[in-house]
């Protein structure tokens, strides 16, 4: 992994906790997710009559991406909807990285070595931490649904990210593929949501009209990076390094949204972090 490569992904994972915080603090999580959505949609459809056509052979990547970008967003909703952003995020980013080890070696030849495997086990230990430490200093009975909905997320990432890393590399043009998966993707939820809430969608829509909006330019930028740096890096390093954004997410949680961010799940953040970082060691 070069520097070149390495910068963008960290720009990319600082882009991406920032579009998630604003998704966020729209409470309403259909609206934000809407916006979000329907903003990527709208700059792919602006961009298609500049791009080249993918090659065949990745559009059976693009459909399943699509689909599987769909299911991401309806968990992200709700593990949103359930629980603390600062708790949620983490969950959901940190078990992506674990899973596209195992899956970019099964389906991408990408075979992880000591300290990708190294990393994996560091990264569990601070997963299952941040995980579980909210619960233990709230007194609370565990959320399960909100815990499951953030591990789904995170197995639905990881399914994408796989999909989409075979599926740039065999489009010959990364911003083609790029543009054709915001433009396929990004219209489902907008169509969820006006088929829900029919003519009080636009009312809805508009006092976060700005913030959604920005955040979906945000997400295609931060994804935009990501897949270019797939075509010129190997998978799990490239989402072992993006989840760095774990950290800036957990600041985020704790100054934007007042949420208990205490010294153990400081520590178990720190934990997925080395974890990545020894992952990172293999690229």
Not at 29 to 45: I, P, R, W, Y
Not at 111 to 119: E, F, K, L, N, Y
């Amino acid at each position: 992994m070069t520097p070149l490569v390495a910068a963008a992904v960290l720009v990319a994972a600082v882009t991406h906790a920032s579009w998630n915080a604003i998704a966020h603090g729209i409470k309403d999580q259909l609206l934000a997710f809407t916006l979000v959505s329907g903003g990527g949609a709208l700059c792919g459809l602006a961009l298609l009559p500049f791009v080249p056509l993918p090659d065949g052979g990745a559009w059976p990547y693009l459909i399943a991406s699509a689909v599987l970008h769909v299911v991401y967003y309806a968990l992200l909703m709700r593990s949103f909807r359930l629980g603390d952003f600062g708790q949620m995020y983490p969950i959901a980013r940190g078990t992506a990285p674990l899973v596209v080890t195992v899956l970019a070696a099964a389906f991408a030849g990408e075979r992880p070595d000591g300290w990708q495997t190294a990393g994996v086990v560091v990264a569990s230990a601070g997963l299952v931490g941040v995980a579980l430490w909210g619960i233990r200093g709230s007194g609370a009975r565990p959320h399960w649904p909100a815990l499951a909905a953030a591990v789904a997320t995170g197995l639905s990432i990881a399914g994408y990210t796989v999909v989409d890393g075979l599926g740039v590399r065999a489009s010959g043009s990364s911003i083609g593929y790029i543009a054709w998966l915001m433009a396929l993707e990004g219209l489902a939820v907008p169509a969820y949501a006006l088929a829900v809430r029919r003519g009080s969608l636009p009312r809805q829509l508009r006092p976060f009209a700005r913030r959604g909006l920005l955040g979906g330019a945000l997400s295609v930028f931060a994804y935009s990076l990501v897949l270019w740096a797939q075509t010129r890096a190997p998978l799990a390093p490239i989402a072992a390094l993006r989840e760095s954004s774990i950290i800036v997410g957990a600041a985020i949680g704790t100054v934007l949204f007042k949420e208990r961010f205490g010294g153990p799940r400081m520590v178990a953040a720190g934990l997925l972090v080395v974890g990545i970082g020894l992952m990172l060691h293999a690229g």
